[in-house]
């Protein structure tokens, strides 16, 4: 099931605008200006003078995912390198009931 697009009215130097993310995106917006200690007007206002040749809304979701990727150990050994394959999501088993979930 692919995630809702939801869009989101924002005011920006006083200018109406909006943007059409997912809920983690959002979410994950949110949690970086709480971070930063910045109010989410001006953490999407940052982003807004520093993008080109993008639109808003992709502007923000490659922000949120540099953001969280720069949190990652170097050497994570939980990081997937290019060409290796990932175990399908509905392939993982339950550590709990042994039972197959969809999440």
């Known amino acids: 099931m692919q995630p809702a697009l939801i869009k989101r009215s924002i005011v920006l130097a006083g200018r109406k605008t909006s943007v059409s993310l997912e809920d983690d995106f959002w979410d994950g917006l949110k949690a970086i200006a709480r971070g930063s200690k910045m109010t989410l007007s001006n953490v999407i206002f940052d982003i807004d003078v520093r993008r080109t040749n993008t639109n808003l809304s992709s502007a923000i979701r490659i922000f ?5 990727r720069s949190k990652l150990p170097e050497n994570s050994t939980d990081r997937v390198d290019a060409g290796d394959e990932m175990t399908p999501l509905h392939h993982r088993v339950s550590v709990a009931t042994g039972e197959p979930t969809n999440y």
């Open 64 to 68: 949120v995912l540099q953001h969280f």
